[in-house]
């Protein structure tokens, strides 16, 4: 699943300091790349591309790595001071997330050697500010990392931005299928598709439910079986109902192979529209999931796109990320927990322990009993993260919270359930959230934290609210523009 691409490294310098000094920058900016590829690899490749010295070399540059689907992005550094307005054409056609380096080769100062050359060959302190003062006038979004270049806090935001760059190009190619429509008089999953292109590139369309009911018809026993094996493989058996299960495995190979048909890797379902099918897809939405699939309830196409980028971002060292949904509150000792579910479609990947698949009756649509799993969430640091449409434009909301083992066994809940405490606690927590206009319907990921978020909505373009350990009530009103 996660798609491993290439990132430029690019060093800015001139003319002015005479040709003998592109040698050794470019031997160091080599020796460099080699210690960013042991942190980012095998998720990424970084590449020393080029020292750039002239406006030329700089504009054909950024229209290279526009152009090649494999770069992700661009790394800036200037190792010596490299005037900015050679670079305005160059990153005004730039398309794609920058990470501006600054940093310096040398760790220490060679205080007998150094001399006016050391000066201006060791200038990037000079040479970074003119370059940054160039991206904050043309409002160009960039990841700034700061520090030496070995330090291990700067190769930690190197590989950040590898894998937020890595979503962001899921997130400008991703196709999402709805099958059937919102759920019926719900404000917070609707949205403008149109707009949502336009922002986030994602391709929104519905098919009727009715496809997938056809789709159905054409799955073969050998599918099944494969289907039904890998069930056996991820989870415990906990029915005699095996029809059920194998509907569920009919429903998720039907469903693949739409998504695989038309090159989308997100989908949403509703209970509200299921014409043709026996159940609610359950087990078959939660083992997709697992798979990678973005996947949102009740037509959330928003969140279903999200879950799959935040996936994506995350692959190869995930511990999960699921469709979360805020249910019910448990108060005691003077704190607040809640407890998140769904009526079905939790993803397995948060489990604290093998799920196991049951079948209990469904209430809500009016189908057959359908097969889920059953599981808790498993504990740790995680954030609960919405994206809303507020009409003129997006806000992404992240909710930091420790995720913990729910205090007792619930023996009648049919379903998947994760509990957690809010930062800095439950009121001020859900408070901000209510003001900032957070949905009920998240993507809670134990892999990505705000800061990569942060890094995401920056590049994209979209408001940020991170409510956190010190988020201050007055401070949040204010940003929010309600007080
Ligand atoms: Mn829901």
């Avoid at 038309?262 to 897809?281: C, R, S, V």
Wanted: proline residues 4%.
């Amino acid at each position: 699943m996660m798609k491993r691409y290439r990132y430029w490294f690019v060093v800015g310098t001139q003319h002015l300091y005479g040709s003998d000094i592109f040698d050794i920058i470019e031997a160091r900016a080599k020796t460099m790349v080699e210690v960013f590829n042991q942190k980012v690899q095998p998720f990424a490749d970084i590449e020393f591309k080029a020292l750039l010295k002239t406006s030329d070399e700089i504009t054909a540059c950024f229209e290279a790595a526009n152009h090649d689907p494999e770069v992700a992005g661009v790394m800036t550094w200037m190792h010596t001071f490299s005037p900015s307005k050679m670079w305005i054409k160059g990153l005004a056609l730039m398309q794609k997330p920058i990470l501006h380096l600054h940093t310096q080769f040398n760790a220490k100062i060679p205080w007998d050697a150094i001399d006016m050359d050391f000066m201006n060959l060791n200038q990037s302190a000079h040479g970074d500010r003119e370059h940054a003062h160039l991206y904050t006038k043309m409002k160009k979004p960039r990841h700034v990392v700061s520090g030496h270049y070995e330090d291990p806090y700067v190769l930690e935001q190197i590989k950040r931005f590898t894998r937020v760059s890595a979503g962001i190009m899921e997130s400008r190619h991703l196709n999402v299928i709805r099958f059937g429509d919102n759920m019926r008089h719900v404000a917070v999953t609707e949205g403008d598709k149109v707009s949502a292109s336009i922002q986030f590139g994602w391709h929104v369309n519905t098919y009727p439910v009715g496809d997938l009911a056809d789709e159905l018809k054409k799955v073969t026993q050998n599918e099944l079986r494969e289907q039904l094996t890998k069930y056996d493989q991820r989870y415990h058996s906990n029915t005699d109902q095996e029809d059920a299960v194998i509907y569920q495995a009919k429903l998720q190979v039907g469903i693949r192979k739409l998504l695989d048909r038309h090159n989308a890797k997100a989908f949403t379902t509703t209970f509200e529209d299921l014409h043709g099918l026996k159940q609610l897809p359950g087990l078959a939405a939660q083992d997709l999931m697992f798979e990678g699939y973005g996947f949102g309830a009740e037509g959330d196409w928003k969140t279903a796109a999200l879950l799959r980028i935040i996936k994506l971002m995350t692959n190869g060292e995930a511990k999960g990320s699921s469709f979360m949904e805020d249910y019910t509150y448990h108060f005691e000792g003077g704190e607040g927990f809640v407890l998140g579910a769904h009526m079905l479609e939790v993803c397995p990947s948060i489990a604290s322990d093998t799920p196991r698949i049951e079948v209990h009756p469904l209430g809500i649509g009016g189908k057959e009993d359908p097969a889920r799993l059953i599981f808790e969430g498993r504990e740790g640091e995680a954030v609960q993260v919405s994206l809303i449409d507020l009409g003129d434009r997006y806000r992404l909301i992240v909710t930091d919270c420790e995720a913990i083992t729910p205090f007792e066994k619930m023996p009648k809940l049919p379903v998947a359930a994760a509990m957690w405490r809010l930062k800095p606690n439950f009121s001020v927590a859900t408070e901000a959230w209510l003001y900032a206009g957070g949905a009920h319907h998240t993507v809670m990921s134990y892999d990505v934290d705000a800061q990569m978020l942060e890094m995401f909505a920056q590049f994209m373009g979209i408001e940020f609210i991170h409510i956190h350990q010190h988020t201050n009530l007055s401070d949040l009103k204010r940003q929010l523009g309600q007080g």
